[in-house]
């Protein structure tokens, strides 16, 4: 009896060996150790910055990074497949809905943009703003860049 209930312990109780070895290590990246890169000029308007990069391992779909806008900067008009999550961690800016109302950020705002929605994020004209921006991947995308937005289409 007491060797039934011991191998029955055994079998309810999922050992760690087995998992411990199927996973990955805790990984840091020290802030500096990536290069900065810069928004590419087709789908920024004006001079952002990305820094801290993040990205997940398979099955985790999760990537973004810290995006630091001078003032008047911004996206191209765009959308994710999957969604995307804004969190202002400086300065002030806008986000905008294409056919709707350009809406204010500042710092600790966090955005919410559904799957598909086209819209365009960045600084205000006058005050620098940094977001760190996560979104999931679906096929390999994160986004789907459109136009520039314009001037006349800027908050000004
Ligand atoms: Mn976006």
Do not use: C, N
């Given at each position: 009896?007491?060797?039934?209930?011991i191998t029955l312990a055994a079998l309810l109780l999922p050992g760690t060996q087995s998992i411990a070895a199927t996973q990955e290590a805790?990984?840091?990246?020290?802030?500096?150790?990536?290069?900065?890169?810069?928004?590419?000029?087709?789908?920024?308007?004006?001079?952002?910055?990305?820094?801290?990069?993040?990205?997940?391992?398979?099955p985790?779909?999760?990537?973004?990074?810290?995006?630091?806008?001078?003032?008047?900067?911004?996206?191209?008009?765009?959308?994710?497949?999957?969604?995307?999550?804004?969190?202002?961690?400086?300065?002030?800016?806008?986000?905008?809905?294409?056919?709707?109302?350009?809406?204010?950020?500042?710092?600790?705002?966090?955005?919410?943009?559904?799957?598909?929605?086209?819209?365009?994020?960045?600084?205000?004209?006058?005050?620098?703003?940094?977001?760190?921006?996560?979104?999931?991947?679906?096929?390999?995308?994160?986004?789907?860049?459109?136009?520039?937005?314009?001037?006349?289409?800027?908050?000004?």
């Amino acid at each position: 009896m007491k060797i039934f209930l011991i191998t029955l312990a055994a079998l309810l109780l999922p050992g760690t060996q087995s998992i411990a070895a199927t996973q990955e290590a805790v990984t840091v990246s020290p802030a500096g150790s990536q290069p900065t890169t810069l928004g590419a000029p087709e789908y920024f308007t004006g001079t952002a910055k990305v820094d801290s990069r993040f990205k997940g391992s398979p099955p985790a779909r999760i990537s973004g990074g810290t995006v630091s806008f001078e003032a008047g900067a911004r996206t191209a008009w765009h959308t994710h497949p999957l969604g995307q999550t804004l969190i202002v961690s400086s300065g002030t800016g806008w986000v905008q809905e294409w056919e709707k109302s350009a809406q204010p950020i500042k710092t600790g705002d966090v955005v919410w943009i559904p799957p598909g929605v086209k819209h365009w994020h960045g600084a205000s004209a006058t005050e620098p703003m940094v977001h760190i921006a996560v979104s999931e991947s679906q096929d390999g995308k994160t986004v789907t860049w459109m136009e520039k937005v314009t001037d006349e289409q800027y908050p000004h």
